[in-house]
Every structure is written in C-alpha cells, then in structure tokens.
C-alpha cells in the first residue's frame, strides 16, 4: 500500500516548455487535489477532482490544466511554464468517508 | 472566502517544555473542521489532529492537543514535553462542511517550530 506517489519528485524546466506532474493513489479514495506551496504562502488548491472525469478550480488554478481519466490518478499540466510556476506541488486524496486528505511527498519545479 | 492567520512565523521551545502554536480563521459558516498538519524537512505533511466545530470537547491526540474557542474563531494547538523530532512547519487549516461533501482545505501560512536541546 503506497498511500499518494507522485511523478516525479524534482523537476526543471525551461520558461515555455510544458510538462504534466502524475499523482496515483491506491486507496480508492474519490477526491483528489493539486496544491501549490511557495514560502510564506502555505498550501494553496489550484485544482481537484470529486470523482472520475470531474475537475474543478481551486484558488490559483490559472496556468494549469488538470484531468481525472482514472479513479486513481490526477494529473496536473503547464502549457507553457513561466517562472511563477516555480513552487513545490502536492497532491492528495480522500474519501467519502472521511475528510482527512492524504498527501504526496510533493514535486519541487523550477522553471528558469 | 474563508481566511486562516498564523500569528508567529517562527517559534522555538526547550526539550521537554510546553508550547502553544495560535490560529485564528474568518468564516460566516457555522459547521466546519479545523485540522493541524505537520511538514517536517522531510516535507510531507502529516496530519497531527483534527476538530470538529460542533464539537464542545477539545480534541487530544497524546501529547498534542487544542484549544477550540468557537465564538472566538481561534483554534490553538498545544505540545507537551516537546521532542527533537517535533521541529517542523506546523499549519493550521480549514475544512467548510458542504452539503455532506469534505473537501478543499484553506492552509495558514505556516508557523516554523523548532525544539532545542
């Protein structure tokens, strides 16, 4: 049982290129969720998913796409990256049942 | 929109000594959930305790518990006999209860703890 994975732990990118962060999770959890955390700032929402083929926008979601293809996995993408983008990103789920959420061990971008 | 203030950026405590981290929140909801989570340098964050606002009981997990003032919107987490192992980014976070669905957490922005030796 490996909780929240995500792909891939570090990650840098030139302004422009575009690339997707992958978030699995192997609870059968229904919600997940993107998080940007930048120093001083906490964890904010960009993006979640109440279930499969469902998204919606948290509080900073311009700049990103998501898209929930499979119960397990949330994927997050920037078209093209400009250096705001530059944070630690983290993914989470949780159940139904509950409303602890369970998160990854994040992805640190840097986008020069 | 729902708000969520960490007064103190930073704090320090001695091995074995008591501290409490301070939280206040803004919201016109009347039922919500107030967690704690801590990111240690390792980075992942780890639910410490959690409450439940209908709840008149103060929650406790072992050496970590809160002081849940409703009317006051504060929501404080106290460590008793503090461990090297506590030092870490502390954040206090808020749930609104929706409709039967819980989801999407507004964080504070952190209060940094390091225990001494």
């Known amino acids: 049982n490996a909780g929240v994975t995500q792909t891939p732990k570090f990650r840098v990118l030139k302004t422009g290129q575009s690339m997707t962060l992958l978030c699995a999770q192997d609870?059968?959890?229904?919600?997940m969720y993107w998080y940007r955390q930048d120093p001083g700032m906490g964890l904010r929402l960009i993006h979640y998913?109440?279930?499969?083929?469902?998204?919606a926008k948290g509080e900073v979601p311009d700049g990103y796409n998501v898209s929930r293809l499979k119960k397990q996995n949330f994927l997050l993408g920037l078209e093209s990256a400009a250096p705001s983008q530059t944070s630690v990103y983290f993914c989470?789920?949780?159940?139904?049942?509950?409303?602890?959420?369970?998160f990854g061990p994040g992805t640190r971008l840097t986008v020069l | 929109a729902q708000t969520v203030t960490q007064s103190q950026p930073e704090m320090s405590v001695q091995e074995a000594e008591t501290v409490t981290l301070s939280c206040t929140y803004d919201?016109?909801?009347?039922?919500?959930?107030l967690f704690w989570y801590k990111q240690p340098p390792s980075r992942q964050m780890i639910l410490v305790i959690r409450?439940?606002?209908?709840?008149?009981q103060n929650a406790t997990e072992n050496r970590f518990s809160v002081n849940f003032q409703k009317a006051a919107k504060s929501f404080s987490l106290k460590i008793s006999d503090s461990q090297l192992g506590d030092t870490a980014m502390y954040f206090c976070?808020?749930?609104?209860?929706?409709?039967?669905?819980?989801?999407?957490?507004?964080f504070g922005k952190g209060t940094l703890l390091t225990v001494n030796p």
């Open positions: 409450q439940e606002a209908y709840k008149q």
């Open positions: 609870m059968n959890h229904e919600y």
């Open positions: 998913s109440v279930g499969e083929g469902t998204t």
């Open positions: 989470a789920s949780s159940s139904l049942a509950s409303n602890e959420q369970f």
């Open positions: 919201t016109s909801e009347n039922n919500y959930y």
């Open positions: 976070a808020f749930m609104k209860q929706s409709g039967g669905s819980n989801y999407k957490l507004t």
